[in-house]
């Protein structure tokens, strides 16, 4: 249970014998329940509801209030994280999506080529989700190998705080697969949206 | 169809329109009925703007009529869903185009094997196959250049091969000759005319050359989107 020092020592009555309440840096204490009562969440609600009548300006909780608490806090950072790479991923799509789109527009004539010997139509979108594969594919690879890198390159010779930080990191072999096995996925879906435009070239025109 | 063996077309009544409905709309075809037997040589001649190249496209199902039938063995072809079209162009029909359209990323034994690979001719025998292919059109020894290092001969030559990779019933040639000095031009002809006898295939050439229409057997004049004249030699 955590209750503000100063807020205790006026609950306990506690002074430098002057009367006068000891001032404190700390802005927190520890009230320790032991016994049964720790372990059952209405007495301890109980304690807390009676310490904080008597503190009404200030906080208290429980222990499993405050861990409560961190825990929506690192939601809050991991979903902001998330969000944001998720921003980043979209952008990263969206742009092999123009990428292949584009390609496909100025190779009107090569489909169109190809299209006219009567190469089936899915080994034109063929061609297309092979080209959008081998671009995720190497784009993810040079990203997990880049990153890989430059953090160990930071733990290396960057400042104390930097090498701090970046010996924090921790690289999962199977998270990395699923990351990129995720993003080759969604770059696949990307690279539909290229072989849907590369089916609809019309011949006649593209060969004109 | 059966690969390999000429297949009678017949056009009923066809007619082609863009745009139709449009203020731009334009009737590239009007109407036109004409039946052509396996293994004929014909040429296809009339001013431009005339309906000669979108003739030579609906037969050949790279499109399809707005209105009309057309038949090969007397199976109606042309409204065929893109795969069947596809297949049936890949196995029934080889393209000779006035601007070569060889795929410039590929040698040229690398384009005359793109058809046969499309079709899953292995692979062995596929590179047997365009090897002898790119010989008969006097290209031995040029397997590996790629478009940009051959002569505009040379590329014709090249999409001959590939027009003949899959043993087609049917050639369609678009200007064969248009981008080909005189030289190269009766070259061109002279094989054109020797794959069709050994083949017994049906070519049909469209052309504003007369020395290229002399060679055929049969003659169509095209003016305004019809046939203005349908003439054989005796």
């Not at chain 1, 404190?24 to 720790?38: C, F, L, P």
Request: aromatic share 4%; hydrophobic share 45%.
């Amino acid at each position: 249970m955590l209750v503000p020092l100063s807020d205790l020592q006026s609950l306990t009555n506690y002074s430098n014998g002057s009367g006068t309440i000891v001032p404190d840096a700390a802005d927190s204490i520890e009230v320790a329940v032991t016994g049964a009562a720790s372990t059952s969440p209405g007495t301890l609600a109980s304690i807390a509801s009676a310490i904080q009548a008597k503190v009404p300006f200030y906080s208290v909780t429980t222990l499993s209030q405050k861990a409560s608490e961190l825990r929506s806090a690192a939601a809050v950072l991991t979903g902001f994280y998330l969000g944001l790479s998720s921003v980043g991923l979209a952008i990263g799509v969206l742009f092999l999506a123009l990428v292949l789109l584009r390609r496909v527009e100025s190779g009107r004539r090569s489909i169109g080529i190809r299209r006219a010997l009567g190469l089936p139509p899915w080994r034109i979108a063929g061609n297309v989700l092979e080209e959008g594969f081998v671009l995720a594919a190497s784009g993810a690879g040079l990203g997990v190998v880049g990153g890989y890198l430059l953090v160990e390159a930071l733990a290396s010779w960057g400042s104390s705080t930097v090498r701090e930080a970046a010996g924090l990191a921790v690289f999962s072999p199977i998270e990395l697969a699923e990351i990129v096995l995720g993003l080759v996925a969604l770059s696949l879906l990307a690279s539909v949206v290229a072989a849907r435009a590369a089916l609809r070239v019309d011949i006649v025109e593209a060969l004109r | 169809m059966t690969a390999g063996r000429p297949p009678a077309v017949e056009l009923a009544g066809v007619s082609r329109t863009y745009g139709e409905g449009t203020p731009e709309e334009v009737r590239a075809l009007r109407d036109v009925s004409l039946r052509f037997a396996p293994g004929e040589f014909l040429s296809v001649e009339g001013p431009s703007g005339c309906g000669k190249t979108t003739l030579l496209n609906l037969l050949g199902l790279l499109d399809s009529p707005t209105a009309g039938e057309l038949r090969w063995n007397g199976e109606s072809v042309g409204r065929r869903t893109d795969r069947e079209r596809a297949r049936m162009r890949l196995e029934e029909v080889g393209f000779i185009f006035q601007r070569f359209y060889l795929l410039p990323m590929l040698t040229a034994l690398e384009n005359v094997e793109l058809p046969m690979a499309a079709s899953r001719v292995p692979r062995p025998e596929r590179r047997r196959r365009a090897s002898a292919l790119l010989a008969e059109v006097g290209l031995a020894g040029r397997e590996r250049a790629y478009p940009h290092r051959l002569s505009g001969g040379e590329e014709q030559r090249v999409a001959i091969a590939r027009a003949l990779a899959n043993r087609p019933g049917l050639l369609l040639a678009d200007e064969p000759t248009g981008e080909l000095d005189s030289t190269n031009a009766a070259a061109i002809l002279d094989l054109l005319a020797r794959v069709r006898a050994d083949r017994k295939a049906t070519l049909i050439v469209v052309t504003h050359n007369p020395d290229v229409a002399a060679r055929a057997s049969r003659h169509l004049l095209m003016k305004d989107g019809g046939i203005a004249s349908d003439r054989t030699d005796g």
